[in-house]
């Protein structure tokens, strides 16, 4: 499958806990973009990053989050100091550079619960 | 501040074509308009895109005027497995940020 992946599918932690979810993009894909996607909500946009720069950032996005993409490839979310508010679908999506449409594809996302 | 606006919902038969619309009042100038349809648990899935006046592929034409402050989803005869949510994504203007319409829960009845 060459498709964007997301791991783990399914994070269930307790409030003050740190988690780290991970996101690999299609193959030459050099965006990647984050999202939160709440219950019953349209994903938010949460981050991009150009290759392995981070070139725009949500309020959305408060200190205890923080994501990387350290070698321009996979990317790592990482919450600390969790929140029930933080409860929500994490979505990963990625393109192309060069191409005029830019489309983004989604990876299946990452379903966080905290207790 | 840009606001990306979709109908809450839609219901419609089966072999009826539907049409989606979302209003977009801060468009990125040399963005493009991307259609995605989203089940429960799943990423969004890519559906359509467009920059202006009509595109159509396999399973959706889009719509969208010369001023593309709005954009029309079209699916032609729908099936009950196109019940979803369709969502707009559009870039905002001056930014590498994306926003989603609010999304539009379609029902397909037999």
């Known amino acids: 499958d060459t498709g964007v992946s997301q791991n783990p599918r399914h994070k269930i932690t307790k409030r003050g806990q740190n988690v780290t979810f991970r996101c690999d993009p299609i193959s030459e894909h050099n965006r990647l973009y984050w999202y939160r996607q709440t219950l019953g909500q349209g994903p938010e946009f949460l981050t991009y990053?150009?290759?392995?720069?981070?070139?725009?950032k949500s309020r959305l996005l408060s200190d205890r989050f923080s994501a990387e993409r350290p070698k321009g490839s996979f990317s790592t979310l990482e919450i600390q100091r969790t929140e029930q508010g933080d409860s929500a679908m994490y979505l990963c999506a990625s393109s192309i550079q060069g191409t005029s449409t830019d489309t983004q594809y989604f990876g299946p996302g990452t379903r966080l619960t905290v207790l | 501040l840009a606001k990306t606006t979709q109908p809450i919902s839609m219901d419609s038969y089966e072999g009826q074509e539907v049409n989606i619309t979302c209003s977009h009042n801060?468009?990125?100038?040399?963005?493009?308009i991307t259609w995605y349809q989203q089940f429960p648990s799943q990423g969004p899935r890519f559906i359509i895109q467009g920059y202006k006046t009509k595109v159509t592929n396999e399973v959706a034409s889009l719509f969208i005027p010369a001023d593309r402050k709005s954009s029309t989803l079209s699916l032609p005869r729908v099936s009950l497995s196109d019940t979803a949510v369709y969502y707009c994504l559009v870039g905002i203007s001056g930014t590498y940020k994306y926003i989603f319409g609010t999304g539009t829960r379609l029902k397909v009845l037999a």
């Open positions: 801060n468009i990125a100038t040399n963005d493009y």
């Open positions: 990053f150009q290759n392995e720069a981070q070139l725009e």
